[in-house]
């Protein structure tokens, strides 16, 4: 798999070590950037920050020869209401070609209305849209203790606004290490440090032809 390699690296390399491999490479040579607008599954939530999907996308990034970076902006705990009220400030702080929006799975754990995640999502993508950046979504589930109504609506929202608003549709992120204890963390809603290049494999299907 693509990240096989890179995720032995990134395991054994001290963050300091990481940090000069990559992103000392990058403010020299990156000219265009990829916005990461996530939540903790983004973040990298109980796992070193250098092993997070997104650090991995910078290695998969600073090893090919593309001229791009990975800026993640994402925040442990954040919803569609909060990144709505961030984005705009960080776009402008970076000026990014795309922007990757993994939010909404904090809404769903909430309870929150489908139609209002559904609504902040496409005033996001508008955002992006607005700035000639290119809009990627990435959905996310629910476990289906919220009811089958609940929970078949929350699904569908994420097709439904990248197809209102033309963005490009990641299926469920955790698709592939979800239903795999040994990939999950013990409070099972968070990837273990191995299941990081999968998710990123995942991802690199759609985000490549972009690049």
């Known amino acids: 798999m693509l990240c096989?390699?890179?995720?032995?690296?990134?395991t054994v390399m001290t963050e300091s070590a990481w940090a000069d491999t990559v992103y000392a490479d990058m403010e020299h040579s990156a000219t265009k950037t990829?916005?990461?607008?996530?939540?903790?599954?983004?973040a990298g939530y109980g796992i070193q920050r250098e092993q997070g999907w997104v650090s991995l996308l910078n290695l998969t990034l600073s090893q090919s020869e593309y001229t791009w970076k990975a800026v993640n902006a994402s925040v442990s705990g954040e919803t569609t209401g909060g990144g709505l009220a961030r984005l705009e400030g960080v776009l402008n702080e970076h000026e990014p070609e795309i922007v990757i929006i993994e939010l909404g799975g904090n809404d769903g754990?909430?309870?929150?209305?489908?139609p209002k995640i559904h609504d902040n999502l496409a005033q996001m993508i508008d955002l992006v849209n607005a700035r000639g950046a290119?809009?990627?979504?990435?959905a996310m589930r629910i476990p289906p203790n919220y009811g089958p109504r609940y929970t078949r609506a929350f699904d569908q929202l994420f097709a439904d606004v990248a197809k209102e608003k033309s963005a490009v549709l990641v299926p469920f992120l955790l698709q592939e290490v979800a239903l795999k204890a040994e990939l999950?963390?013990?409070d099972g809603i968070h990837p273990t440090a191995q299941a990081q290049p999968i998710?990123?494999?995942a991802l690199w299907v759609h985000l490549e032809p972009l690049l």
């Open 4 to 10: 096989s390699a890179l995720f032995v690296t990134a």
């Open 199 to 201: 998710l990123l494999d």
């Open 34 to 42: 990829i916005l990461v607008m996530g939540d903790s599954i983004s």
């Open 109 to 114: 754990l909430r309870g929150y209305p489908v």
């Open 184 to 186: 999950m963390q013990s």
């Open 134 to 138: 290119v809009p990627i979504v990435a």
